[in-house]
C-alpha cells in the first residue's frame, strides 16, 4: 500500500498544515479507506480559528474532516457488509456500543463518542483513514462521491425534521439559509411539508434556497422588529407554522421560532449559539409550543442516502467550490469568508470514483 | 332558491333511482350547498349491488354520494369560516362533537357519527345538500372542483400513511393497486417513501399505478405461491419493506403484508374483505410487526388539500370517467364493471366553477 | 327552584363581594349544578390581588372558582350521560369544538376556550352553576365532593406527567412543592416513576410532599449555588432524572431543569413565572433535553377521577383548610397567606354529599 | 478457580443431564459469574419435551437456564460497571451491536442474537457461566438473588406494557394468569392501570392474580360462548378495556382480544401459540384496534429492577417451588406437571448471597 498519507492537520488556532501521518491499523470490524471528498463545515473552520468549538479542545494536533466518502482499501475480518472498492459514505462517528443511550438507539448522545474532528479524535482529511466498517454505507453507481460527502450535513437536516415530526402538509418556518438551514428544507420538503418559508439576512442565501425549493423567502435584517417579522411569517404563509427550525443559532431567531410557532407545534433547536439566552417561554408553556434542541444525527445515514439515491432530494446545488487535499488551506480560507454555501476538497482527482461527471 | 333538486336515491338492492328531494333546512352551524362533484366509490356500488356493506344496511331510501365537492350556497348564522360563493370539498362526516372519541381527536370512531350514504344517513349526490360548516374546506382557485371532490380518497391514503408512520427513506409496499392502492401510493411518496411496489392482479391498473410514481410494480397471479411473493418482493425491493398495506382486502394480501414485513415494521390493514381471516400471526408476534387497521380518516382533509394544493400530489390522472347526475345509473353501471379508476359525476355542467378546465 | 344564588364576584383588584347572582338557564347540552365544593387556586387569588392573571384582565364582575364539584339540578334535553341528583367533578373549561385544535384533540388550546374564572367567563363559586354535560363527571358513591373538587389540579399534575411521557421505572425530578408540584410527584407515582426528588424552598411543603410519598425531598435556599444543586440532584437519585418538573415557575428552577435533566430527557415546565427567562439553552440543545410546556389539561379528567376512585392517588392530605360559602373571604386571606396547601369552600354543609365524613 | 461447573445440559427430547462442562473463559467485555438463582421458564419445558420451540430446534447439547442471577467472580478488562463479588441479575441475550435493529434501539430483534438456552447458545443452569458485562445489572442489597432471577419474566411484562402503551387511568384485559399473565399484571399496575381484570380456566391463578393485586377476575371455560365473555368483560370492568393482553398463546384468546378492546385501543400479543390463527380481523380494522405482538424485552432490565428495587412491584409471591442444582431434574418434572407458578433452581445454597432470607 502506498505510504503516502499527507493529511491537513490542526495543531492549534489558526495553525492548520498539510503534513504526512501514519497511515492506521485497522481493527476486525473497521475498514481502511481510500478518502475521496470532504467538505468543509461551519465547526472545521470554527476549531481553525478558535482552537475549539462549544466544549471540545483543540489540545494536540487533530486531522480536520468529518464529512466525506472514500473507497474501501482493506477489510477487518468481521466486517461483511462490504468488500474491497467498494464506494461508501462515512458516517463520522464512533460510538462505545455498550452504554444506556447506544442500547437505546440514541447513539449519537453516547458520552464516551468518538468523532471525526472533534478533539481528540482524528478526522478524515487524508488519503487513508480507518472506521468502523457498520458506519460506511456503500453508495449505489449512481450516487456520486461528493454526494456521499454531502450525505452528513443532510443528515442534520433529516434528524431535525424527523425530530420536528415534519409529515405531509405541514407549514414549516426554516430561520437561517446556511448550508444547514437548507438541508433542513431539503429534508422538509421530501417529507411531505407543503409550505417551507425559509429567512436569511443575505439575499443570495434566500436565493439558493429559492433554487432548492423553497415556498417562500423572507429577508430580514439585523434591525427587523421581533413583532413585525411574526407578523410577516404569519402572512407569508397564510397562518402559523406548526414547526419552526432554527438554523442560525442567533438569540433573535430562537425567540422568532417560539413566538412565530403555532399553539401545540414545534421549535426545532439546531443552531448553536450562546451558551445563554433570554426567551420568551412563558408564551411556549402557555400555547404548548415544543422546544427540542438537535444534536447530529442518529440512525439518519441510509434515510439521507436512500433520500438522494431515490431522488427525492438533490444535495448538488450546495456545492460551490472545489478544491483538492493540497489546497485545503485555501479551501479553508474561502469557507471561512462565507463565499458560496459548500466547499469540497477532493482528496483524489475529480470524478475518479463517479461513474458520471459530478456538475450541479 | 331554485326548487330543483333532483338526486340519485338508492331504494334497495339494485333499486337506485333518479328523483326529486326536498331542499333540506340548515342549522346554524351548518351550509347548504350547490353540489358540483361526486365521485363513486367501491363501497357506493356495494350498497347499490348488495343493499348492505360492513354492519350498514338500507333500511329507507338514501340519497348516494360521499366523495364530493360543491359550492355555498347560504350560511347558517355560527359560521365563520366561509362565505357565499366559496367552493369547498367536503369531508363527508358529522360526529357527535361530545363523546370520548370526539374529544380525543379521534372523530372517526365517534358512535354517533352521521356519515354521507351511509344507512340511514343521506349521501351529496344531489343538487342541493346540507353539511356542518367546519367540515367544508374551501377551495383555492387553481385546485379544480374534481380534485376537491378526490380528496375523499386521497384522505384515507393519507390516514393510512399516518397510522403507518410513513415518513422519509421508508420502503413501502402498497398490496392492490385499485383507487385506495393508489392513494396510498400517492400519499407514501408525498410523505418521503424512497420506494414503493405495488402489487395487483391487473396489469391495467399496475400501468396506471406506474404512471403515478410506483418505483416497482408486481403482477400477482390468483395463484401465485406465497413464499414466491415474499421473496419477488424482498428482490424488487431489495430488502424488507418496513410498511406494508393490505388495500385489497384478500386474505392473500393480508397474509403476505405479514409475511413479507420488515421486523419491527408495519402491516397497515386498509382493505375490508371477509370478517375472518388465517393469518400467521405468530411470526408477526415473534417479529413485532404491528398491525393496524385504518377506518376512513381523521384529520386529514387539510392535509390532503395542503398536498394537492401545493402540487405535491396530482390526483388527476385518477379520474378515468366523467357523467352528469342525470347520467348517474349509467355511471354506476360503468363503475360496477370496474372499467378505469375513478368515475366522477358532475352534478352542475363540467368545468362551471373550475379556473381552468379540468384534464388530467 | 331556591331564588338563592350568593356567589363570590371579584369586581376589581382587591374587591371581591358576596352578593346575589342570577340563576342561569340552560341550553340543551348543559346541565343546572348545585354546588358544593370550590377549591382555591393560585390563580384565583393572583386575579383577587392583581386584577390579572397572565393575559387575561379582569374587566367586569366575574364570579370566581374554578376547582369545583357539585350535584345535578336540572338536566338539558340533550344530556344523557347524567340524571339529577348525580355527583360530579366539574371539569372548567368549554371549547368551541370546531376549531382544529378541538377536532384534533387538543381542545385546551381552543382558541374559543371559555374556562371558568378566566375573564370574562364566570366560575362556579355560587349556589347555582349551569355546565355543558359532557364536562361534567359522574362520581362514585365512595369519592367524596372534596375529591371531585381536586381533580382539577390532579389534572394539572397528570397532564404535566403525560406530557413528560411519565413510566415504570422512571426518575423524576419536581422542582417547588407547592399545590401543583406535589399533585404532579402524585401522578408521577401513580404512573409508575420509581423514585421522586421534590425540591421547596420550604421544608413545611417538602414535609407534606414526604408524607405523599416523595422518595426524596430537598430544601433549597435562595442563594443555593446552581452547581451545587445540580450535583445534589444527581447525589441523591444515584443518577440524573429523566424527567423534571418545574412547578414553580422562577427563572432558577426552570434552569435547574435544564441543567439536571438526563441527555436525552425532558424537562416539563408547568409553573407560569415572568414573561421572559435567561436560560442555558445552548446545553439542552446539545444534550437533546426536550422542553415541554404544558397548558391545564386535556381529556385528563377521566383519568383523574380513575387514579382517585381506584385508590392509586390520595388526594385528600392536600385539604388543609375549610371554609363555607359565606366565609369566602376569609378563605381567599387564609390562601393568600400561603398557610396550608389547599383552602376548600363548601358551598353546601360539609358532608352533606359525602357517603362517609371526609377526613384526610 | 474450582472446577467443579455442574450444569443441567439438554442433550435431546427429554433427555436432559446433570454433567460436568467446562469453565468458559471470559473476553474483555465479559465478566464470569458464579450462578445463584436459575428459574424455570414453560419454554424451557418445551424444550425439554419436545427438542424444539418456535423455530429454535436443539441440535446439539445444550446448557439450560436464561431466567438468572449470579455473583461476579471474574471481570473482563474492559467491563468497567461491575467489579467482583457483585450480585447481579443477567439479561440473557448478547446482540450483534452493529445491526440496523442494534442500533435503531430494537436489539431484541437482531437476527444474530444469542439468547441463553435458545439453542445452539448456551444457557446458564451452571455453576459458572459468563456473560457481557453491560447486561449484568448489580441488584441492590435489599433485592435478592431470586427477584434478580424474576427480573427475566418481569421484563416481558413491561415490555408488554410498554408497548402497550399501559399509562394512567388505563381499564386493562389481561387473558391468561400464568406466570405471563401476572407479570403483565404487576407491570400494568405499576405504570397506572386503573382496573385490571384477568381471566383463566384454573381458579388456583386466578387465587394468586387476586393476591397480586387483579382488580377482577374471571374463571373462563373451554366451552365459554365467545359473545358471552366479550359481554361479561364489559360488564366486570364497566366498559371496555382499552388496551388487551393475551397471555395465553390460545386462538381463542387472542380472538378475545380483538374482539373486547375498545375502538382504538390495544390488543397486545404476548402468547406464542399455533403458526396460523382464524380472528376476527375485519373489526380490529374498523374499529381501529391496534395489534401488537411482542419479543422477550429490549432496554426493560433497568426498568424491571428499578420497579422492583422501589418496591412498586412485589414479585416475590411467584416463586412457589425450590430446588438445588442437583434436583433439576425434579424441578423441571414439577414445572412440567404445572403446579405453582415459578420453580426456582439454587445453584448455590439458599440465601447465600441475600442479606435478608427470602420469604414470600
Ligand atoms: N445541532 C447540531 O447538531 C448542528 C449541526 C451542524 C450545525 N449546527 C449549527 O447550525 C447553525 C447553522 O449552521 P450553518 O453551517 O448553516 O451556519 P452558517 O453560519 O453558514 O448559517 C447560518 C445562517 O444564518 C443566517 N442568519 C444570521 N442571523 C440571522 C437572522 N437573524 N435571521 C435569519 N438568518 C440569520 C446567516 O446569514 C447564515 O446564512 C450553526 O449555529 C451551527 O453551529 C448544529
Ligand atoms: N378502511 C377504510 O376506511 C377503507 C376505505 C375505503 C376503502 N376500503 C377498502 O379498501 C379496499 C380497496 O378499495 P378499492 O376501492 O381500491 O377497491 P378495488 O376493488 O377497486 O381495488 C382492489 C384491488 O386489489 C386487487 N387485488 C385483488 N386481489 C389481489 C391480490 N391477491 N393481490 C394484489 N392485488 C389484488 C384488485 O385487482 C383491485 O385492483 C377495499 O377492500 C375497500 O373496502 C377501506
Ligand atoms: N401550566 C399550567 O397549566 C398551570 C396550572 C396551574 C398552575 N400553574 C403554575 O404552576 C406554578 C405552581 O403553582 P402552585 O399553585 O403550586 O404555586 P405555589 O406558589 O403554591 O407553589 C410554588 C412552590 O415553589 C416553591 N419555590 C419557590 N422558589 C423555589 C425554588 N427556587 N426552588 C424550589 N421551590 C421553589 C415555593 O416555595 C412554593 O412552595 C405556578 O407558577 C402556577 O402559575 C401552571
Ligand atoms: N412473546 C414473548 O416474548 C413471550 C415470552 C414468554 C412467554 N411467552 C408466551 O406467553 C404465553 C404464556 O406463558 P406462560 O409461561 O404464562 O404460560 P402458561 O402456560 O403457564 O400460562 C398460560 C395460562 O393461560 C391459561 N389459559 C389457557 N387457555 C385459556 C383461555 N381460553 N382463557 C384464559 N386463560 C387460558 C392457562 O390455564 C395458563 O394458566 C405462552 O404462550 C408463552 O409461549 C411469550
Ligand atoms: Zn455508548
Ligand atoms: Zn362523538
Ligand atoms: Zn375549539
Ligand atoms: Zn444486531
Known amino acids: 500500500m502506498a505510504q503516502d498519507n499527507l493529511g491537513a492537520v490542526l495543531y492549534k488556532t489558526k495553525d492548520l498544515r498539510l503534513e504526512q501521518t501514519p497511515i492506521p491499523v485497522i481493527e476486525d470490524d473497521e475498514v481502511l479507506l481510500r478518502m475521496d471528498c470532504v467538505g468543509i463545515c461551519g ?4 476549531f481553525w480559528q478558535n482552537g475549539s468549538c462549544g466544549n471540545f ?3 494536540a494536533p487533530m486531522i480536520m474532516g468529518h464529512e466525506a466518502s472514500g473507497v474501501v482499501a482493506k477489510l477487518g475480518a ?3 457488509n462490504l468488500k474491497v472498492g467498494d464506494r461508501v459514505a462515512i458516517e463520522p462517528g464512533k460510538p462505545c456500543r455498550y452504554c444506556e443511550f447506544c442500547k437505546t438507539g440514541r447513539y449519537h448522545l453516547c458520552p464516551e463518542m468518538q468523532f471525526c474532528a472533534a478533539p481528540p479524535t482524528h478526522g478524515n482529511l487524508v488519503r487513508y483513514y480507518k472506521h468502523p466498517g457498520d458506519f460506511c454505507y456503500k453508495l449505489p453507481d449512481h450516487v456520486s462521491m461528493e454526494e456521499g460527502a454531502l450525505l452528513e450535513p443532510l443528515s442534520v437536516g433529516i434528524h431535525a425534521c ?3 415530526g415534519v409529515t405531509g402538509g405541514d407549514v414549516v418556518l426554516v430561520l437561517g439559509a446556511g448550508p444547514i438551514g437548507l438541508v433542513t428544507l431539503l429534508a422538509a420538503k421530501a417529507m411531505g411539508a407543503s409550505k417551507v418559508l425559509i429567512t436569511d439576512i443575505l439575499q443570495a442565501r434566500l436565493d439558493v434556497a429559492k433554487e432548492l425549493g423553497a415556498d417562500f423567502t423572507l429577508l430580514v435584517s439585523r434591525d427587523s422588529q421581533e413583532a413585525d417579522l411574526v407578523r410577516k411569517v404569519h402572512e407569508l404563509l397564510g397562518g402559523h407554522p406548526n414547526i419552526s427550525f432554527d438554523a442560525s443559532g442567533a438569540e433573535s431567531t430562537v425567540r422568532l421560532a417560539l413566538l412565530a410557532t403555532k399553539s401545540g407545534g414545534v421549535a426545532v ?3 448553536m449559539g450562546s451558551a445563554e439566552l433570554k426567551v420568551p417561554l412563558a408564551g411556549a408553556v402557555a400555547r404548548e409550543v415544543d422546544i427540542r434542541g438537535i444534536f447530529r444525527y442518529v440512525n439518519e445515514y441510509p434515510i439521507a442516502l436512500a433520500m438522494v439515491a431515490s431522488g427525492k432530494v438533490n444535495v448538488r446545488p450546495l456545492v460551490t467550490h472545489h478544491f483538492g487535499l493540497e ?4 479551501a479553508y480560507e ?3 469568508r462565507g463565499l458560496g454555501i459548500k466547499v469540497m476538497i477532493h482528496v483524489q482527482p475529480r470524478d475518479a470514483n463517479n461513474t458520471h461527471k459530478f456538475t450541479k
Chains 1, 2, 3, 4 share one sequence.
Open 43 to 46: 465547526s472545521d473552520v470554527h
Open 57 to 59: 479542545v483543540v489540545r
Open 78 to 80: 468481521k466486517v461483511k
Open 162 to 164: 424527523r425530530r420536528g
Open 269 to 271: 433547536l439546531v443552531g
Open 327 to 330: 489546497q485545503s488551506l485555501e
Open 334 to 336: 474561502v469557507a471561512r
